[in-house]
RNA sequence: UGGGGCGUAGCUGAGCUGGCAAAGCGCCGGACUGUUAAUCCGGAGAUCGGUGGUUCGACUCCACCCGCCCCAGCCA
């Protein structure tokens, strides 16, 4: 008898096939039981009727305990009762692994830390299934989206010598040269992918030693960083419209099942097209004043400022040209205002935050030069990257769009934690 | 790192001004031939996060410690 995926049951009514999973649910009314069983591609009802089976094999039935691995043979039939349209009606049940009776997970609410502690185990909810699938959906469409348009996909480094961002490094011992950091971006080896092959993205995990406890961080998450050559800062955010959009369209078309199993608001998504509102750092401060904020120009903005923002449109919002002080060293000074740079944040609606951060790169050897110096950053460190202005400049801009927090703002998960298997946070490094 | 909160059965979670530690889920036993987190009846299961203190008496009040959650900052 063949061996069948729950996914591929439809087109098997009628026949006699064996199944293999793990049981999820049991219910008994006396002379006929209920199991629900997991495969990973879906969920199965496999029905026992006590007159219907040898009593060897009720007796086996009965002592099935939560998670047990089992082989169920028998009739595939639609039964308008089951879930999904179609039951198995068993013949034969083979116990492959046992599964003890302490088995932590039930089918009721549990608190956080205890489902983080048993995450090995929690991956086996429906709803934890769903968020996997969305997440793979938008790893394999952001590949398509690339792809299509002729971007190449390089991998960087995760082991660094000292550059990239300021906050938290994580460190080790490397052999004799030091120490090696965690890389927190990719993005200055992507420029110099970009004055090599045009366009480019990376796509990998990253690293952040910062001591943040809130539902929009990670210590170990994964981001998507294009890089383009002669793109400056107006391409740069027609870009990230468009692969925004799309990541949104895709999921809605392809995943719809599972966005309604965690019974996220469609509606929400259906909006989110191109062109999205661009608000000029300045502007953004006065409205923030208008509606009672105390964040003054030359300030960052935080996270009450973009609720602030974003309450007032439903798709995104990019917040452009900060002040030079509260962006990177690498980001190209504004000829329009030198006191600010052209960068460009995007933030998600419904409160879910920035998800990408964006510029157009200093190509003027000088200036960037000086601001490293300014930053008091080690010019040394640096050199290699101070050559892709000394050997040919180009206009070029880039942006990083974290993974965790798109999947977080399109699955409707108020926190980043579920939004990856096995997350890394400040206080949990286990399993 | 700062501010706020929580810690009671395997899980979730009541216990208010100190006086014999609720309940539901799960588990065990029983009933039930179509259940959807089945239902009904019965049962077992708790040194109340830890250490001290106050008190005739502490889950409850106090101090310290441990663990976690939420918010902020930093960022994606």
Redesign the pocket.
């Known amino acids: 008898m063949a061996f069948v995926r729950i996914s591929g049951l439809s087109s098997e009514a009628g026949k006699n096939v064996t199944v293999r999973g793990w049981v999820t ?8 039981a ?1 199991l ?1 069983l997991r495969d990973g591609t879906g969920l199965l ?1 496999c ?1 026992v ?3 219907a089976v040898s009593p060897e094999l009720w007796e086996r039935f009965a002592q099935l ?2 998670e047990t691995s089992i082989a169920v043979s028998g009739e595939v039939r639609a ?1 308008a ?3 999904g349209g179609f ?1 198995l ?1 068993v013949s034969d049940l083979t116990i492959i692994g046992a599964s003890p ?2 088995y ?1 997970i ?11 502690d048993h995450r090995h185990l929690w991956l086996r909810s429906p709803r934890q299934r769903a968020i996997a699938s969305i997440r793979n959906e938008l790893e394999q469409a952001i590949h398509d989206f690339f792809y299509e348009r002729q971007f190449l996909r390089v991998d960087t480094p995760i082991l660094t010598a000292a550059i990239g ?4 490094l994580f460190s080790t011992e490397y052999f004799d040269e030091g120490n090696a950091y965690l890389a ?2 990719g993005q200055l080896y992507g420029e110099a992918a970009a004055a090599a092959w045009g366009k480019i993205y990376t796509f990998g995990p ?1 690293f ?1 030693a ?10 170990e ?1 994964w ?1 998507i960083e294009p890089e383009v050559a002669w793109n400056d800062s107006n391409d740069n955010m027609v870009l990230q419209e468009e692969l925004v959009s799309y990541l949104v369209r895709r999921t809605l078309s392809n995943r719809r099942a599972e966005l309604v199993e965690l019974e996220r608001d469609l509606s929400k998504l259906e909006s989110i097209k191109p062109p999205f509102v661009r608000l000029d750092y300045g502007e953004a401060i006065d409205l923030l004043r208008r509606k009672g904020s105390t964040t003054t120009w030359g ?2 903005l ?6 602030l923002i974003v309450a007032e449109y439903d798709k995104p919002v990019f917040v452009m040209n900060y002040p030079k002080e ?1 962006k ?1 060293f690498y980001m190209k000074e504004n000829p329009a205002d030198p006191r600010t740079v052209l960068c460009d ?2 933030l998600a609606p419904e409160g879910y ?5 964006g510029s157009q790169r200093e190509d003027d050897y000088e200036k960037l030069r000086q601001r490293i110096v300014d930053e008091r950053l080690d010019l040394a460190s640096y050199e290699w990257y101070l050559d892709l202005r000394r050997y040919g400049t180009f206009v070029h801009a880039g942006f ?3 993974l ?2 798109t999947i977080a703002w399109i699955c409707g998960l ?4 579920e939004a990856i298997a096995f997350p890394r ?4 490094l286990k399993p």
């Open positions: 649910t049991v219910r008994s009314s006396g002379k006929v209920f629900v009802q029905v009727v006590k007159t305990t939560l039964d009762r089951a879930p039951e009606g009776l302490d932590p039930q089918p009721k609410e549990h608190g956080i830390d205890f489902l983080l961002e300021r906050s938290g927190q971006t990253t952040r910062e001591k943040s406890k809130t539902r929009r961080h990670l210590t998450f981001m300030e960052d935080g996270a009450e400022d973009e609720s509260a990177a944040d995007l935050g920035e998800i990408i951060g990083g769009i974290g965790e927090r108020p926190h980043l934690r946070m400040m206080h949990r």
